[in-house]
């Protein structure tokens, strides 16, 4: 298993929960802070998916006039998880 918590910048959420396991398929993921309705909504949608698809499909989405969002910051996550050894 690989474990992260990544600390975002520029959303409103704090930091992202990520739990994959060694083949790369997503296990958890908890949003703390942000909007409950998106980071939940979010969260559930990516699990058990492979991080690649995952940073795929979020990876560069605004909120907003922001340059980032909760669901950009989950692809820069991820991306760090990626590189992280298993336990």
């Not at 296990?27 to 991080?51: D, S």
């Not at 989405?61 to 909760?70: D, L, Q, V, Y």
Request: proline share 5%; aromatic share 2%.
């Amino acid at each position: 298993m690989k474990k992260i918590q990544y600390t975002t910048t520029g959303t409103c959420s704090r930091c992202i929960n990520i739990t994959a396991d060694d083949n790369n398929i997503i296990q958890q993921i908890e949003f703390v802070g942000g909007c409950p309705g998106n980071t939940v909504g979010v969260a559930r949608l990516a699990q058990g998916r492979h991080i690649d698809e995952v940073i795929a499909i979020t990876k560069g989405i605004r909120c907003g006039t922001k340059p980032t969002s909760c669901p950009d910051q989950l692809s820069k996550a991820l991306e760090v998880l990626k590189q992280t050894p298993a336990e």
